[in-house]
């Protein structure tokens, strides 16, 4: 029986949620990673066994972890990481490769960081449900990139909720329901005129003290936030419609076009015209 799997998703056209590479091993004793770095989030559930997680934090200290069967760690995107198993009892788990603007959201909800990394669960079966979903994009990869991505989804609402409450419990804290609201807001309305203002609204709270725990919570303020999540969606249609520029930026929720323009420069280095002329999808 082969005692590893791996593939890789052939299709990097999306947004919210991309795939890029998943399997599963179980890994010979002592058998180690790295040092090395990932250019999206990389997430391994340990099915059993034991082994050694060592990841820099925001300081740029290397921590170490020691993570079990039934926890999981996340390497963010450009982190040093190595991580080892155990030479008498080594892991056997499953991984896989994401990223986009709702890995984002699910990862800063769920509280997991850099000086955060290690996965815990508060629920056994959200957590196998989780498992089972990897499971199924790993032993699955001929499967059509969409119906990969459903499941893709489910896990990431499974491994959403499998934590949130736990880092809730621990820390004492409804702040992150607050941000989450926030985000589901932004979500719903980002097309619309709204406010920051509106958004602090939704959630209860005066725009101050939204503001700080906002940042908090994802290190940019609500407003970057707001423009960082309109000009994704202006990109995504830019790559994958003929809509003018105007019209797209009266869908992401500016009715003046030259102030879209300058929001997508300043965040894509470029103007949205040239932007579409190197990034749009050749149809056939």
Not at 75 to 81: E, H, L, R, V
Not at 217 to 225: D, K, R, V
Request: aromatic share 14%.
């Amino acid at each position: 029986m082969n005692n590893l799997l791996f593939s890789i998703f052939p299709n990097e056209n999306f947004i919210d949620l991309a795939l890029y590479q998943y399997g599963w091993e179980h890994c010979a004793p002592a058998h180690t990673f790295g040092p090395a770095t990932r250019n999206h989030y990389l997430f391994h559930y340990v099915i059993s066994g034991t082994g050694t997680l060592y990841a820099d934090n925001n300081k740029g200290e290397t921590v170490r972890y020691t993570i079990k069967s039934g926890e999981g760690f996340m390497i963010f995107p450009n982190q040093i990481c190595t991580y080892t198993a155990d030479k008498d009892l080594p892991w056997e788990y499953t991984w896989i490769e994401f990223d986009g603007l709702k890995v984002k959201e699910s990862v800063q909800i769920a509280g997991l960081s850099q000086d955060q990394p290690v996965y815990h669960s508060h629920s056994r079966e959200l957590r196998q449900s989780m498992k089972e979903e990897m499971l199924y994009i790993v032993h699955h990869p001929q499967e059509p990139p969409l119906h990969l991505l459903g499941h893709a989804y489910l896990f990431l609402d499974y491994f959403t909720r499998s934590i949130t409450p736990f880092r809730l419990m621990k820390s004492g804290s409804i702040q992150e329901f607050y941000i989450k609201e926030a985000i589901n807001f932004i979500e719903q309305n980002f097309q619309n005129d709204i406010s920051i203002d509106d958004i602090a609204a939704r959630c209860g709270l005066n725009r101050s003290y939204f503001g700080t725990i906002f940042r908090k919570a994802l290190g940019q303020s609500p407003q970057e936030f707001l423009i960082q999540y309109r000009m994704i969606k202006a990109a995504e249609l830019l790559k994958l419609t003929k809509l003018t520029v105007q019209d797209i930026g009266s869908a992401v929720g500016y009715s003046n076009p030259l102030h879209f323009s300058r929001a997508f420069k300043n965040v894509y280095g470029l103007s949205p015209r040239t932007w579409r002329n190197q990034n749009q999808l050749q149809r056939s």
